[in-house]
Every structure is written in structure tokens, then in C-alpha cells.
């Protein structure tokens, strides 16, 4: 199973996002640990959305006398949570929160964190874990403070449907259960919950094994907070202390904002630099473009000469061949008229000697021929 973006897969995600997510089941597994079992031998708890299974798994060890049971509706999920996390007093079933497969005051405890958001019918949720949980029954449910999640921030989250400020998550709640205490949970050194209520503050305790304890925010104003907390049931809500979390390691949210925020404010005051260096990239842009036209141009003419000179050197190649015959036909001839000269000769010459005789007798018999006068 991977990291989507909304559903927390251990292993998977930044350090403030997973201790942010565990640090509510902590809360929760605290409180569990302190509840009676009533009648029951075991006290009942649902973690209504549980996704990995890593928080029902939290709180199925916060006592000895714990059953707890994970519902989700991804069988994706509920099949990670069932490998990772196999224990004799924890289960996982397949559901939809806004139809609880399970009888009335089945639970004492129902735990729904980081869900309500996501539902159209928030209210309908709600009543349905009313009805699943005894008379007496405790519902320990979490949703981002829409104005500071969002609307400080400035960010909408896609897999939600709903946010609630901390008087619209009461009004919510207030139908359905009309004994409620709101904590705040904050990102500090560590991660604390506290009352909403200023007058409910006590000292905090830390968790043991992530750290030492430290006073807890003595109340916030409803507009601070991070996230909402709420304890709610249709008789009496029990005494819960302001509690902090403290993990081997996290990040201060705002602190982080707030030097992400003087970031944006630096950058803001070099935007005349950064126009600047834009409009000279711009220009450079151009002048690259127009100097790559002038690039494909030369391709063009040198492309268009190396055409010419290859079509020059194969005519040169044709006329070397031409010439080199005809110079082979001018030996030819040469020979054959050296040869015809040679026979010439020969046969003038032997015309002349054949030739003497004849003169000589002439001229013998015209001497004779005068001496003798006739």
C-alpha cells in the first residue's frame, strides 16, 4: 500500500506528519487506559476510519482488559492493518462509518480521528456512533481547525469535504451529545493537548518513552489551534488532563512557517531582480532563436554547396574517365600511324632500288645512242 497523499502508512511519511497522527492515539490510548470496564470484562473500542491500523493497534495495548476493532471502508487498508498488526484483542472489519456494522451500545469507546472532514453527512456519523456506544460511552474524535488549516495557510485539501472551526465542530457534536470537552493540539517542542476551556488547564504529564513532561499550554483561543479534539457522551465526560506529546523528533509547525513566510517576503523584495534577470533570459531567448534561424540558414547554404561540390566531383570523376580513354585512343592511333609511316618508308625505298637499274641502263643507251649519232 502506498502514501497517497491523506491516508498515514507508516514508514511512509515525514516525521511531523507521523507524530502528528500518533500523538492523537496516544491521547486516546492514555484515556482508555484509565476507563473502567463497567459490567463487560473487557472495554469495547472502535477506531472508526482507522486506515493502517497502526492507532486500533495503539489503542488495543493501552490496557489489559482492551478489545479493540478497526472499520474502514478500503479492504486495501484493513488488509495492510491485518498483516502488520496481528494481536489476540484486535480485529479489523470492513464498514461504512455512516452505517456501523455493529449492534447499539456495542462500545465504550469510539474513536474516529482526521474522518469527519472527509464526510458529506458528518452529523449522520455522529449518529451512528451515538448508537453504537453506551449509555455511558465516550466518542474521541479529531478534525483540522479549518482557520488555521486552511484559511491561514491558504490551502484547500482535495480529500476533504468539510472543515470546522472549533464552535462549528461543537455545534456539530452538540446534537448528539450533550456533555463535551474540547482539546487543542498544537505543534510545540512537542505536541501538546490542552483544553480549550482556559478554566479546565492543569498541569500536563508526558508519555512515557517519548520524553520528559512539560507544562501544557494553560488554554488557547479557538481561532489558534491546529487540530480539534473532543470528548463527548450523553452523560458525563471524565476528568482528562492537558497532555503532551513528545516525540524523538519533530519540527515546530509555525516556526517553519514563519521562516517560510520571511522566505516569500525576501523573495518578494528581489521580484525587481528577478524581472529583470526574466526580461535579460527573455532576451537571450530571442537572441538564441534568431541566431539558430541564422544557424539553419548556413546549414542550408553549406548543405546546398556540399551538394553542388559533390555533383562538380562526380563530373570531374566522369571527365578524368573520358580523358583517360581518349588519351588510350590517341596511343592507339599514334601506334597504328607509327606503324603505317614505318611501311611506307620501306616500300618507297625499295621502289628506289628497283628503280637504279632501270635509270642507269636508260641513261647507258642514250650515251651510245649519241655516239653513234643516230
Known sequence: MEFTGERVIPGQVDADLWNEHLSRYAFAARLVGRLPAGKRRRLRVLDAGCGSGYGTALLAAAAPGVKAIGVDISE?????????YPAPNLRFHPGDCLALPFADHEFDVVVAFEMIEHLADAAGFLKEAARVLAPAGLLIASTPNRRYYSEERGYTNPFHTREYDAEE??????????????????????ISFSPLDRGQAGAARGEAGFGPGQAADPGAAPDEPHFLVALASRQQVPAAEP?????SSANVLRERETHIGALEKELAGGTSGIRQLQQEHEETVTWARGLEGELGKAREALEARQQELDERTLWALQLDREIERLENLALGLQREYSKQRTASATRLLLDLLWGIPSIVYGAFGFVIMQLLGL
Not at 243 to 247: A, E, I, Q, R
Open 76 to 84: 486495501e487498508a484493513l488488509a495492510w492493518a491485518a498483516g502488520h
Open 243 to 247: 497532555y503532551v506529546f513528545v516525540p
Open 169 to 190: 465542530f461543537d455545534r456539530l457534536l452538540e446534537p448528539f451529545f450533550p456533555c463535551r470537552m474540547t482539546f487543542v493540539q498544537n505543534h510545540a517542542a512537542a
